[in-house]
């Protein structure tokens, strides 16, 4: 979640940025996303590599160890493999509306304003790449008398704005018993975050490793996202695939989700190498990374697959009814017009070829 290669665009009234605001974005950033000036079809004609363009976040997952190691460029040799590097989802959601993305990671909260309003984004959840645990948070400035979330009313409280951070900032806001309106809210990203704490600019901030714990050292942590989780709002890091890509070259998917497994089952079986590729990516030391690592919550394949989870090829997981809620949340809150259906949400999962696709 490093610079992003868009710029940010006027929102519209529902807080998300509009269609023609968006597409500028996109259109104006093209060159740098493109691997090819070709299509794919023209790709495929003239002999070239397919492409993949894939959308990911400097955030310790398995994904970044996949990045480091090669592990998909091995799996895929035949195709051409683009990594861009994004700060947030409203960025990763633009570039999909400019079909400058075949695969991206997400925060659950912006895959569901995605998927809302009468022109959803074209794309599907394939994966899970973790849950948000005590690697986003809301913490407060040490001397600014904040010790609670009811403390902040009247502060200045920054965030990005359409990430799970955001919406974690929401959800704890109503548990404390506060409205939006309580607290002067703003839309930061994670770097000019660390700069206005710096300046002494914001009186607290929710937001997201590696950022969080630099915050950390001067702050004082009020809440984490997974105790906003296990008060019944959890929030995800997920992985979608567009549906142009499904329809295109639905092998590439199946592969790319068994490397990601494999990427999970390295976090677990070798902790002390899976430091060492997270450090190298943020340029970070490996006790750092190690400190970061053990903050998130990181399933099996196993269980991305289950029930409890993204569920199965016909039988859908609790994750459609967790996308479910928040997009009523987001829609209560007034940051989208309305919330999308549970049969949308049912229907935006990529759930082919599972769960064997993981193994």
Avoid at 29 to 41: D, E, K, R
Avoid at 64 to 72: E, H
Wanted: charged share 20%; proline share 6%.
């Amino acid at each position: 979640m490093s610079p992003s290669v868009f710029p940010a665009s006027p929102a519209g009234p529902s807080g998300r940025p509009s269609r023609r605001a968006v597409l500028a974005a996109v259109l104006g950033g093209a060159a740098t996303l493109a691997v090819t000036g070709c299509s794919s079809s023209g790709d495929a004609a003239a002999g070239q590599k397919k492409r993949l363009r894939i959308g990911y976040f400097a955030f310790p997952s398995g994904d970044l160890l996949v990045k480091n190691r090669g592990l998909l460029e091995k799996a895929l040799p035949d195709h051409t493999i683009s990594w861009v590097k994004f700060d947030s989802g409203a960025g990763v959601n633009q570039a999909f509306i400019g079909k400058s993305l075949e695969i991206a990671a997400l925060g659950s909260s912006p895959f569901a304003r995605g998927v809302s309003g009468s022109s959803p984004i074209p794309y599907k959840v394939a994966f899970i790449l973790d849950v948000a645990g005590e690697n986003e948070a809301l913490v407060a400035r040490k001397g600014s008398g904040i010790t609670t979330v009811a403390g902040l009313r009247g502060k200045k409280v920054a965030t990005p704005f359409a990430s799970t951070s955001h919406y974690s900032l929401l959800a704890a806001l109503e548990q404390a018993g506060l409205k939006p309106s309580d607290v002067e809210l703003l839309d930061l990203q994670p770097q000019p975050i660390l700069a206005a704490w710096e300046r002494g600019d914001i009186d607290a901030a929710y937001v997201w490793l590696p950022t969080l714990d630099e915050l950390r050292e001067s702050g004082t942590q009020l809440v984490s996202s997974k105790e906003i989780g296990a008060g019944g709002k959890p929030t995800l890091d997920l992985a979608v695939v567009s549906e142009e890509l499904i329809a295109r070259d639905p092998e590439a998917i199946e592969t790319w989700r068994k490397v990601e497994s494999e990427g999970l089952r390295l976090l677990k079986s070798d902790p002390e190498g899976s430091a060492k590729s997270i450090a190298a990516e943020l340029g970070i030391s490996l006790a750092d990374a190690k400190a970061q690592l053990a903050q998130g919550v990181f399933l099996t394949p196993e269980e991305v697959a289950s029930a409890d989870w993204l569920g199965t090829e016909g039988k859908p997981g609790k994750l459609a009814a967790y996308l479910t809620d928040t997009g009523e949340f987001l829609a209560g809150q007034k940051q989208i017009d309305a919330a999308p259906s549970a049969a949308t949400l049912r229907d935006a999962l990529y759930l082919k070829g599972l769960p064997d696709g993981l193994e």
